[in-house]
């Protein structure tokens, strides 16, 4: 949880004592239909009262989206929306939970773990598990199938206080998660200069030493940039080249060893030793000098004149096109003839994506209403978009005889901003074993996909990856409180170090301050995590 995270929720904490988080005289709630053993579409429409949150370009009523409009159709339920734009929605949500004017549900809720045990300790929010298991078949098969996520679900007092959002792309090595900051090479430029794709670092460096050099663009000026990146955790960051020199490297600093023992990557030899490669890369000038400040906007310029003999991303179609000027570049050989890739501790899961509050005077009906989410071809339409909408683009086309949504084509209109438009959010569920029975995967993540398995899965030492613990709230004040501080003195020095080469010299002082830090208490709690998951 980030500091900004952790001031919000102790605000709103401080808010729903002081409201005693009453619900009496809501307003928002709906009144209580005494609906029992509920089957849909209902004899007589009611009226559920829910907020959310949607991008600008979606429509302001929810309702005007066929999504929500199927669903009314199929359930008899009509929902009265308080919708929100993303930039406001935390506030506008915080307050109305202070207040005690609740709605029934918050769907798209964006709660983290903090939120979560904060709201449910005062009450304003109720368990679920009981619902789950009496009313909620749909989410019962996905737990069945996949039982991680029950536990993954649960918090550490036994309840379970939100429903999940889950999106499996593969699955294991092969999950479409397993690296976020791709390194990307432009091959039109190796094939001009007649150079090989590198496979060690120390070819990688003079592979960048010629993009310096050589004019590879042929326009007579030395304005190629050998390699940029964007100096922060995620898609953009070097961290992928630290794998050649050891445990490698990712945006939480953590890994899990083979033998089950969380490390931290910041304070591993291999580290340092990366740290030193990355500082002859700096002292020949084969770094953009812009990458330690730079932002998103600034990246992508750059990427879009094809100035980049190297870079970080996600997707290289973001940055320099789809397109074959660039490739993906095989995981290097250090010095010692390590090549590992680190995985990222990534997976598609969100524990806080929806909550009941304790207005609600109908839980049966609204948890039934629920489960619908989490039928596998409503799941998909949440995720992604629906199919036969005559206003709008459809993301999907519908096989009734397969039961079946297939991917159309995008015709230049990018991915975010249709789904922006026409999804919802969540919850929802997808398993990897959907794909090819209840829908296709979209054309950029199977080429992703194919990326990952034939150039990196063979090279991702580490068997596991730490899972999405969910600690107690005394455990998350402790891991914030070390990682603000800790997080930060390691991006600082690692920045400095790469353009001033004192790691050996400060390497000694700097093992001393992380555990002044709490770098031990961190690893004591991340441990006893990773073990009450196994």
């Not at 304005?223 to 940029?228: G, L």
């Not at 919850?427 to 979209?442: C, H, M, S």
């Amino acid at each position: 949880m980030k500091k900004g995270k952790k001031i919000a929720a102790a605000t709103l904490a401080t808010l729903l004592i002081a409201s005693g988080c009453s619900n009496k005289g809501s307003e928002t709630a709906s009144k209580e239909y005494n609906l029992e053993d509920v089957s849909f579409p209902l004899k007589e429409k009611v009226t559920l009262s829910f907020m959310t949150q949607s991008s600008p370009l979606a429509p302001k009523d929810p309702n005007e989206k066929v999504i929500y409009q199927r669903l009314e159709e199929e359930t008899g339920v009509n929902i009265k929306w308080k919708n929100y734009t993303s930039d406001v929605f935390v506030e506008k949500r915080n307050l109305a939970m202070a207040s005690g004017d609740l709605p029934d549900a918050i769907i798209d809720a964006g709660y983290g773990d903090y939120d979560l045990l904060k709201l449910a300790k005062d009450g304003a929010i109720v368990p679920v598990e009981d619902l789950i298991e009496k009313y909620m078949p749909n989410l019962q098969k996905v737990l069945e199938a996949a039982p991680e996520y029950k536990a993954m679900m649960t918090a550490p007092d036994g309840h379970i206080y939100s429903f999940p959002w889950i999106e499996e792309l593969g699955s294991g090595k092969e999950s479409i998660h397993s690296v976020d900051d791709l390194p990307w090479i432009n091959v039109e430029w190796l094939n001009k200069l007649g150079l090989q794709m590198p496979t060690t670092t120390e070819e990688l460096k003079e592979v960048l030493i010629a993009f310096k050099t050589q004019d590879p663009n042929g326009n007579g000026k030395a304005d190629e940039i050998p390699m940029s990146f964007i100096n922060k955790p995620g898609g953009e960051d070097l961290a992928f080249l630290f794998g050649s020199f050891g445990l490698g490297e990712n945006w939480d600093h953590t890994v899990v060893t083979n033998d089950g023992e969380v490390a931290f990557t910041a304070s591993d030899e291999g580290y340092k030793e990366g740290i030193k490669f990355l500082n002859e890369l700096y002292a020949e000038g084969l770094i953009d000098i812009e990458a330690f400040e730079q932002d998103w906007n600034t990246y992508i310029a750059k990427g879009k004149d094809n100035r980049y003999g190297l870079y970080f991303t996600w997707d290289k179609a973001n940055i320099t096109g789809m397109n074959d000027k660039y490739d993906v570049m095989k995981p290097l050989a250090g010095p010692d003839g390590n090549v590992n890739v680190a995985r990222t501790n990534g997976m598609g899961f969100d524990r806080g994506r929806m909550v009941i509050t304790s207005a609600n005077k109908n839980l049966e009906l609204t948890a039934k209403w629920i489960d619908e989410l989490y039928d596998p071809i409503q799941s998909v339409q949440n995720n992604w978009g629906t199919y036969g909408d005559d206003k709008q683009q459809n993301i999907f086309e519908y096989d009734e005889a397969a039961n079946m949504l297939k991917h159309l084509p995008l015709e230049g209109t990018a991915p975010v901003e249709l789904r922006q438009k026409t999804n919802i959010g969540g919850p929802l569920a997808i398993l990897d074993e959907y794909y090819g029975t209840v829908t296709t995967k979209p054309d950029d993540a199977a080429w992703r996909l194919g990326l990952l398995k034939d150039v990196m899965v063979p090279h991702m030492q580490a068997e596991n990856i730490y899972p999405r613990v969910f600690f107690s709230i005394e455990d998350l004040d402790r891991l914030t409180a070390i990682e603000t501080d800790l997080f930060a003195f390691v991006m600082r020095k690692r920045a400095e170090w790469i353009q001033n080469g004192k790691v050996e010299k400060e390497w000694d002082s700097y093992l001393k301050e992380l555990d002044r830090l709490g770098l031990q208490d961190w690893l004591e709690i991340k441990q006893a995590g990773y073990d009450r998951n196994q």
